[in-house]
Every structure is written in C-alpha cells, then in structure tokens.
C-alpha cells in the first residue's frame, strides 16, 4: 500500500514538474494545464478582495502572465502552488493600491472586541464570506491581508502604500462592523 502511495505521490510531483518545464520553454498546452490545474485555489484567493467577477479574472490573468514570465526563476525547493500564490497576491496588492483611495489620516486605533463564539459558529461560511465582501473596499483588503494571509500591519502598510496606523484602524474597523452583524443576526439564528 505504501508503495502505490509513494508511486501516486511522485507520479503526481513528476507530472508538475514536467508542466513546470514546459512552461518555461513557453510551451502553451503546459500553461493552459498549468492555469486550469491551479485555478480553482488561485481564484478563492482573488476573490477574498475583489468582488467584481471581470476584475477578478483580470488580476487572476495578469498574476499568471507575470508567474509564465518568472517561471524560469522557480527553483523547484519549496512548494510550487505557494510560489503562484505568492505571485498572483502581488498581483491582487498592486491592483488594490492603484483602485483604492485611503486616507492617512486616521490614527485612532480601537481596542479589539470579541464575537461571542456562540454567534459565529452557527454562521455558514458562505454567509460569512459574503459580509466580508460587504465590507468597503479598503477595509476589506486590509482585513483580508491580516485575517486571511497572516501579513503585519507593517508588511500590509509596505505593500499597499499606507500608514501602519491606517492599517490597523482598518481592520479594527473591519472587525468592528463584522461583529455587529453577526450579532445583528442572533435574532434569526436562534434554535
């Protein structure tokens, strides 16, 4: 049983790698198995800060063209799908700094509150997702950024192009609003 298991394991890693070669030679049909292999993880990760579906294929496209172009950069140590991630987030960063207006002049930072855990847990995942969608623009990037992909507030402010403060007001913000949403809706989720 192990064996199959180490067989299915390397066959699968091998097959990878031979996309990974034929990218860099730019050959098309390993980019198109390449794009459509990792697509579906690609696209969760684009969504979670652009709503809009054509913006989102855009940022998705233009984070693949510059992972097609650096490709060749790969080095085969380390997980490949955390490289791609890692380009097409910077390809989400750069569009949410060139469409989003922030303003640096928020400082103010609120101590964080709690959800009761009571709440949350009878939320479905779909529910939530889309009152984080709901948040403005800015602030649910910011979130995302923190929540969702672990960045410092500084590593956040570096990226896209804001004050640490302003960073961190925006997701006390985000936490503020989301919190009193799901305890808006403790009214309907009772049993």
């Given at each position: 049983?192990?064996?199959?298991?180490?067989?299915?394991?390397?066959?699968?890693?091998?097959?990878?790698?031979?996309?990974?070669?034929?990218?860099?030679?730019?050959?098309?049909?390993?980019?198109e198995k390449l794009y459509?292999?990792?697509?579906?993880?690609?696209?969760?990760?684009?969504?979670?800060?652009?709503?809009?579906?054509?913006?989102?294929?855009?940022?998705?496209?233009?984070?693949?063209?510059?992972?097609?172009?650096?490709?060749?950069?790969?080095?085969?140590?380390?997980?490949?799908?955390?490289?791609?991630?890692?380009?097409?987030?910077?390809?989400?960063?750069?569009?949410?700094?060139?469409?989003?207006?922030?303003?640096?002049?928020?400082?103010?930072?609120?101590?964080?509150?709690?959800?009761?855990?009571?709440?949350?847990?009878?939320?479905?995942?779909?529910?939530?997702?889309?009152?984080?969608?709901?948040?403005?623009?800015?602030?649910?990037?910011?979130?995302?950024?923190?929540?969702?992909?672990?960045?410092?507030?500084?590593?956040?402010s570096n990226m896209i192009?804001?004050?640490?403060?302003?960073?961190?007001?925006?997701?006390?913000?985000?936490?503020?609003?989301?919190?009193?949403?799901?305890?808006?809706?403790?009214?309907?989720?009772?049993?």
């Open positions: 049983m192990s064996i199959a298991l180490a067989y299915t394991v390397s066959s699968h890693a091998s097959e990878l790698e031979q996309l990974i070669q034929g990218c860099i030679r730019n050959e098309r049909g390993a980019q459509r292999l990792f697509y579906p993880r690609m696209m969760a990760l684009v969504k979670r800060y652009i709503d809009h579906e054509e913006q989102a294929e855009e940022v998705m496209n233009n984070g693949y063209l510059r992972a097609f172009q650096k490709i060749g950069q790969y080095n085969f140590q380390g997980s490949f799908e955390g490289w791609l991630r890692k380009i097409i987030f910077h390809a989400v960063a750069d569009y949410v700094k060139q469409h989003t207006k922030y303003s640096n002049q928020i400082l103010l930072v609120e101590k964080d509150q709690f959800v009761q855990n009571d709440h949350a847990e009878k939320l479905y995942y779909d529910e939530l997702l889309k009152m984080v969608q709901d948040l403005p623009d800015a602030t649910r990037n910011v979130f995302n950024m923190y929540v969702m992909e672990g960045f410092t507030h500084k590593e956040i192009g804001i004050s640490e403060g302003t960073s961190k007001w925006h997701l006390s913000e985000g936490r503020r609003v989301l919190k009193e949403r799901i305890e808006k809706l403790e009214l309907h989720l009772k049993a």
